[in-house]
């Protein structure tokens, strides 16, 4: 059975890639990442044998604690881990659930990300294991450790499958992610602010309180390599069984209960703000986006994000040792701006199979523009008051109220570009994402190396354009951001005029990458 869903995991793999030349190249580039994440963590793991033993101790025991919080997390938040491991697609084959579990447990660990997981893990034993008995209880609790980190990600996606298919289970989850996204902060919020004791005493007080945890036992059994060592991996291998007959419980359950999403209806009621929007193909399609942006959680997980990372910014630059000037209120509104404007990267893949009523309705490039438009619109009707209620606070917390004028003109100058940018590469990357999977979920199973490097290439091309505006009113040139809303709406026309010449004869072609089966 292990073999056999092995087997399974890598002919998905590799039939998804079978004539898509983008997604080669995305897998290539992500093979490339993990193997440059596994050999340089490994490495600066293993570096922590030239520290002092204790310190050595309780640093891999948060590394350790770490990577069980990443795995239990990650899952849940990102896109491409382990979607093609849904349990309910299984459901209908004649398996037990032990079969499912060790199956699914292998198919699980098979990937690059997994195995660059287990490379770094293994620093630890390079790192704290002391003599023969250290690098052979190391080897085992390595094991464990990441078989730790398997099968929490399994019980915690498998318990909460049922729920994150829901559209209210998305959005508890959208508000759960932006707390675990402030948390993240926490440490680079203590270290602008100063922190409050001596560092090594504080990590002493870490690794004390994390020492009975399992990623403790872990790290504690490699460092110490004797009969304690033994007990922790006892322990630890007690903890990893409790948790695997967790998991069957919690799989059994959701193999047999009725899927949520699909139960329940609720109207769609038209909104006050549709009566303001213009008539015809740009109105009507303004309004159907902003339905999206209002029920559908992956819509809001963005927006989410935009406010808290610019909310995190602020706060860092506020601090005393901070930067100070106009970079202190426009840096955090324009980093809104082009998180926000990413969005319009994909701009057709929320349709689904559903954008074939779009394209019928588009006989020409002029209709491809109007509709694009209409998707900017929309965009602009939420983003617009949002960055600069942005700008106002980042002003104020900056010292200067004045400063909100220039980083408001500037952060919409930003989106303006972003979104020219994102009309392009709308048409020229194109890819589909998931129907039923949790709100974080950012492209399709098998398509997150091509939603990356959608991502990336906006990223990259929007700050590149938006440079001109943004660089001098970063160094204090607030005048310049005069100049930035009539040049972002200048890109944004110029990137839908040549959206719709490439896109319009790539119709077919779009209209098939957003609608594969998930």
């Known amino acids: 059975m292990t073999t056999l869903f092995v087997r399974l995991k890598l002919r998905l793999i590799l039939g998804n890639l079978r004539g898509d030349l983008i997604k080669q190249v995305g897998f290539a580039f992500s093979l490339l990442a993990a193997l440059a994440f596994a050999l340089g963590g490994f490495v600066l793991f293993s570096l922590l044998r030239l520290a002092s033993p204790d310190v050595a101790l309780n640093v891999g025991i948060v590394v350790f604690t770490l990577f069980a919080l990443g795995w239990a997390v990650i899952p849940l938040v990102i896109f491409g881990v382990d979607e093609t491991l849904d349990p309910s697609r299984l459901a209908l084959f004649p398996l037990t659930t032990r079969q499912l579990a060790v199956g699914m447990s292998a198919a699980s660990a098979t990937g690059p990300w997994p195995l660059a997981s ?71 919020l203590l270290l602008n602010r100063g922190l409050p004791g001596d560092p090594e005493a504080l990590l002493s007080s870490a690794g004390a309180v994390l020492r009975w945890t399992p990623p403790g036992l872990a790290a504690h059994a490699i460092a110490d390599g004797g009969l304690v060592g033994v007990a922790d991996v006892v322990v630890l291998a007690g903890v990893v069984a409790l948790l695997a007959w967790l998991w069957i419980v919690a799989l059994r359950r959701a193999l047999v209960m009725p899927d949520v999403s699909n139960q329940g209806g609720g109207s769609v009621r038209r909104s006050w703000i549709d009566r303001f929007l213009p008539q015809g193909m740009l109105g009507g399609v303004a309004a159907k986006e902003l339905k999206y942006a209002r029920r559908e959680p992956r819509g809001r997980v963005t927006w989410f994000t935009a406010i808290v990372v610019s909310g995190i910014i ?44 779009n394209a019928v309705a588009i006989s020409s490039e002029r209709d491809l523009r109007t509709d694009l438009a209409g998707r900017h619109l929309a965009m602009a009707v939420i983003a617009v008051p949002l960055l600069g209620v942005i700008s106002v606070v980042a002003a104020l917390l900056a010292g200067n109220a004045a400063w909100a004028v220039p980083a408001a003109l500037t952060a919409w100058g930003v989106l303006g570009v972003a979104l020219g940018v994102g009309a392009v590469i709308s048409v020229v990357l194109p890819y589909t994402l998931p129907e039923r999977l949790n709100a974080f979920s950012g492209a399709a199973p098998g398509q997150g190396p091509l939603a990356f490097g959608s991502a990336f290439a906006g990223f990259s091309a929007t700050s590149a354009a938006a440079l001109p505006i943004v660089l001098p009113v970063l160094l204090g040139y607030g005048w310049v951001g005069v100049l930035a809303v009539p040049y972002g709406l200048a890109v944004a026309w110029a990137g839908r005029r040549l959206a719709g010449l490439v896109g319009f004869a790539r119709l077919p072609s779009i209209l098939a990458a957003v609608s594969r089966a998930t």
């Open 118 to 188: 287990l490379v770094i893990l293994a620093g630890g034993v390079a790192a704290l294991a002391d003599g023969v008995g250290g690098v052979l209880i190391g080897l085992v609790a390595v094991v464990l450790q990441f078989a730790l980190c398997l099968v929490t990600s399994r019980v915690l996606t498998t318990a909460l499958s049922g729920a994150l298919r829901s559209r209210r289970g998305r959005d508890v989850l959208a508000v759960a992610a932006v707390g675990v996204l402030l948390l993240s902060q926490l440490p680079n």
């Open 314 to 357: 602020m706060f860092t630059l506020s601090g005393d040792n901070g930067p100070v000037g106009l970079f202190s209120a426009a840096g955090p509104a324009c980093l809104a701006a082009l998180m926000i404007g990413i969005q319009a990267c994909n701009s057709f893949g929320i349709d689904g199979r559903s954008l074939w009523m």
